[in-house]
Every structure is written in structure tokens, then in C-alpha cells.
């Protein structure tokens, strides 16, 4: 009888590597949607705990009640990028060599990095601009759609949280007969537009009873 002397670490290596790799790329993905932009934003420019101030939501519109549009748009674009450039650089690395829904999983971890950020106490925003951001690098043309839509709407109606609801519904829609076929990017957007419209459950009971005021306004976001 042979020795049985287990399994060769070269014949393992290969398989766990790229699996300790994504969970790596996993964890800078978070780190890098927890930067909590606002917060910082507030706490330099006006010595301001965002928190405390406002609705006490982490996000570029709270900030934008508090201090205005001049700090609002390099947050948001900021808030933006933390949700493009995951799926873009970390879910791209050619060292992963994982499954297709790797650049997803990638921008759903910096979505959950935005919104209960480790920076923050676990608090953070709604994750609509970061939410946009991981969108435009998996389907620009049904982000562009979505986008359109959510400036539309919150410009004819004043309602951030409107806007954002069903800019992020549109998606998996478009996504669905833009990209045929495609439905790990249509699946993946109907899982974030539920995610939204979750988050914003309190201004879905405020718009219902019409005690939502409308942006520019002082309202929630």
C-alpha cells in the first residue's frame, strides 16, 4: 500500500488564490465607498458634524441643506466615483480571474461601504450617487436613461427622494432590453433599486401624506 501523503499546496494554491484575491478586492471596495465624504466635507469646511445637523443623513443632499451647492456637487461627484471605480479597477483585475458578477459584487460591497460607513459609526447616506456610479460602470446607456430620468423629475416635482426612487426603478428595465439577455446587470439593478427605495421608506410615508417639502426647500433628503 502507497503512503498517503495528502494534498500537494500547488495543486491547492491555485484554486484558493483567486478567491482570497476577491475577498481582498472585497474589502478595498468597502473601504473605499466608507470614505464618508459629506462627513469629512462638513467637519473641514464649516467644523460641522453632519450628523447632528440637518436630517443627519451622510449624504451630498444633507449636505446641500446645511451648506450649499458650493460643497454639495465635489461630494456627490466624489460619492459618485466611490461607486465607478470598484467595479471598474478592483472587479477588472486580471489576477482575480472570478466569475462574470465579480464587478457587481464589487460595487454592492462600496454601496455598503457609503451607507453604513466603518468611518462614520456605521451610518452613512442612501447610496443613490454611489449606487449611480457602480451602475455607469456595468450599463452607462441605462444609467444615462436612469440619470435623465431622476434630474427630470426632481426638477418638475422638487422631490429628491422621487427622483431617486424611480431614476433607480428605470434601470433594470432599460438594462433588460438595452443589454438582451444580460441578466446578472438587469438582476443586479433590481436588487439596487430595492435597496433604495428602502432606504427611503421614511420619505416614502412623507410624500404620501404630503409633508415631503420639495429640494431648495429644506427638505428631508
Given at each position: 500500500?502507497?503512503?498517503?501523503?495528502?494534498?500537494?499546496?500547488?495543486?491547492?494554491?491555485?484554486?484558493?488564490?483567486?478567491?482570497?484575491?476577491?475577498?481582498?478586492?472585497?474589502?478595498?471596495?468597502?473601504?473605499?465607498?466608507?470614505?464618508?465624504?459629506?462627513?469629512?466635507?462638513?467637519?473641514?469646511?464649516?467644523?460641522?458634524?453632519?450628523?447632528?445637523?440637518?436630517?443627519?443623513?451622510?449624504?451630498?443632499?444633507?449636505?446641500?441643506?446645511?451648506?450649499?451647492?458650493?460643497?454639495?456637487?465635489?461630494?456627490?461627484?466624489?460619492?459618485?466615483a466611490k461607486g465607478l471605480?470598484?467595479?471598474?479597477?478592483?472587479?477588472?483585475?486580471?489576477?482575480?480571474?472570478?466569475?462574470?458578477?465579480?464587478?457587481?459584487?464589487?460595487?454592492?460591497?462600496?454601496?455598503?461601504?457609503?451607507?453604513?460607513?466603518?468611518?462614520?459609526?456605521?451610518?452613512?447616506?442612501?447610496?443613490?450617487?454611489?449606487?449611480?456610479?457602480?451602475?455607469?460602470?456595468?450599463?452607462?446607456?441605462?444609467t444615462a436613461v436612469s440619470?435623465?430620468?431622476?434630474?427630470?423629475?426632481?426638477?418638475?416635482?422638487?422631490?429628491?427622494?422621487?427622483?431617486?426612487?424611480?431614476?433607480?426603478?428605470?434601470?433594470?428595465?432599460?438594462?433588460?432590453?438595452?443589454?438582451?439577455?444580460?441578466?446578472?446587470?438587469?438582476?443586479?439593478?433590481?436588487?439596487?433599486?430595492?435597496?433604495?427605495?428602502?432606504?427611503?421608506?421614511?420619505?416614502?410615508?412623507?410624500?404620501?401624506?404630503?409633508?415631503?417639502?420639495?429640494?431648495?426647500?429644506?427638505?428631508?433628503?
Open positions: 500500500m502507497g503512503v498517503h501523503r495528502g494534498p500537494n499546496p500547488s495543486e491547492i494554491a491555485p484554486q484558493a488564490g483567486p478567491q482570497l484575491r476577491i475577498i481582498v478586492w472585497l474589502l478595498a471596495s468597502y473601504f473605499v465607498g466608507s470614505i464618508p465624504t459629506s462627513l469629512l466635507a462638513a467637519r473641514w469646511w464649516a467644523g460641522l458634524d453632519l450628523r447632528k445637523e440637518g436630517s443627519g443623513n451622510l449624504g451630498a443632499t444633507n449636505l446641500y441643506r446645511v451648506l450649499g451647492f458650493k460643497y454639495a456637487i465635489p461630494v456627490g461627484l466624489f460619492d459618485f471605480l470598484p467595479p471598474l479597477l478592483f472587479g477588472s483585475q486580471p489576477t482575480i480571474a472570478g466569475p462574470r458578477w465579480t464587478p457587481i459584487v464589487m460595487g454592492l460591497a462600496a454601496i455598503c461601504g457609503h451607507v453604513w460607513s466603518m468611518f462614520a459609526g456605521f451610518r452613512g447616506g442612501k447610496g443613490v450617487a454611489t449606487t449611480a456610479g457602480v451602475v455607469m460602470a456595468l450599463a452607462p446607456i441605462p440619470l435623465t430620468v431622476w434630474a427630470l423629475l426632481t426638477k418638475f416635482t422638487g422631490y429628491v427622494s422621487l427622483g431617486s426612487m424611480i431614476g433607480s426603478s428605470i434601470f433594470p428595465i432599460v438594462a433588460w432590453f438595452v443589454m438582451p439577455g444580460d441578466t446578472i446587470t438587469a438582476g443586479a439593478g433590481l436588487l439596487m433599486a430595492g435597496f433604495i427605495v428602502y432606504n427611503h421608506r421614511a420619505n416614502i410615508g412623507r410624500l404620501r401624506s404630503g409633508t415631503e417639502r420639495r429640494f431648495g426647500k429644506g427638505s428631508s433628503p
